[in-house]
């Protein structure tokens, strides 16, 4: 991993996130990228006059940007962190979206106000990135402050097949953090279960840098099973895998995706296969 890209529209929950990316690149010793989305229709009025200085507010809303990733990297406990910051126009989905595409990004991070339930423009917008984006994507709540020795919990149905590029960045999380173990959780639906060993096997040949804790927990609803774990063990960071027709995926489809970042106080870690 080479390069975190943190989005900010300069708000309380974006300064959350950057602080929490800022101490992850420490530790993992890579840069971190700062970017921010101009609107399309920020700085003009419907005006002529106050169209032709468009620019001068594209370069001031680039310097706030600027000072505002400085006061992170001004920190004594920070100032070895590379930062760079830019500002396009466009949307927020967007300019991401290109950034993403045309830079080697591992990881994206953005905030949310997370277990406080309240909603807001750049919540949406997260949620909106969970949908659109294949990057490994970290999902920091307000209350989600960053922690030196994470507890990460993997939620599975066992049937995920994690992409190379995704397996890379959660092995060399758990191993840059030094974690002495990740926790599996699966959530038995039916009736009847038993423990899924050849899904044990495979998650065992994908991760081999720490040991692994498998947990199965029986509830008729997944998304309840997943977060009353999250808040009755200890965790720091809750691994989700997304895919299409499963119960991960159902956490982080469209219609429930800003109810579960609402309700979580945990970092989230959306992985693709």
Not at 141 to 151: A, C, G, I, R
Request: a negative charge; hydrophobic letters at 40%; proline letters at 2%.
């Amino acid at each position: 991993m080479k390069k975190i890209l943190v989005a900010s529209d300069f708000s309380t929950c974006a300064a959350n996130a950057m602080e929490y990316a800022m101490h992850m690149a420490k530790v993992l010793k890579i840069e971190v990228h700062v970017i921010h989305a101009i609107g399309t229709t920020e700085g003009v009025f419907n005006n002529t006059y106050n169209a032709l200085y468009i620019e001068d507010y594209y370069k001031n809303k680039r310097q706030a940007l600027s000072e505002w990733a400085q006061s992170f990297s001004d920190r004594i406990d920070l100032n070895d962190v590379p930062v760079h910051t830019v500002a396009e126009v466009g949307s927020v989905s967007s300019v991401l979206t290109k950034y993403l595409t045309e830079n080697e990004i591992e990881l994206l991070v953005m905030g949310t106000m997370g277990g406080t339930g309240i909603s807001s423009l750049f919540g949406s917008n997260t949620s909106t990135m969970v949908e659109k984006t294949k990057t490994p994507m970290l999902i920091v709540p307000l209350e989600t402050k960053f922690s030196m020795n994470p507890v990460i919990t993997l939620a599975t149905d066992f049937t995920n097949d994690f992409s190379a590029g995704d397996i890379g960045a959660l092995n060399e999380l758990l191993e840059a953090f030094s974690s002495d173990r990740l926790t599996v959780v699966n959530v038995i639906e039916g009736p009847d279960w038993k423990k899924n060993e050849s899904g044990e096997d495979k998650i065992k040949n994908s991760i081999k840098t720490t040991r692994l804790d498998f947990v199965y927990i029986k509830e008729s609803n997944p998304i309840e099973g997943i977060m009353n774990f999250v808040v009755s063990n200890q965790t720091d960071i809750l691994c989700v895998v997304k895919r299409h027709h499963n119960i991960v995926y159902r956490i982080f489809n469209k219609s429930t995706v800003n109810q579960v970042m609402n309700r979580s106080i945990k970092a989230i870690l959306v992985l693709h296969d």
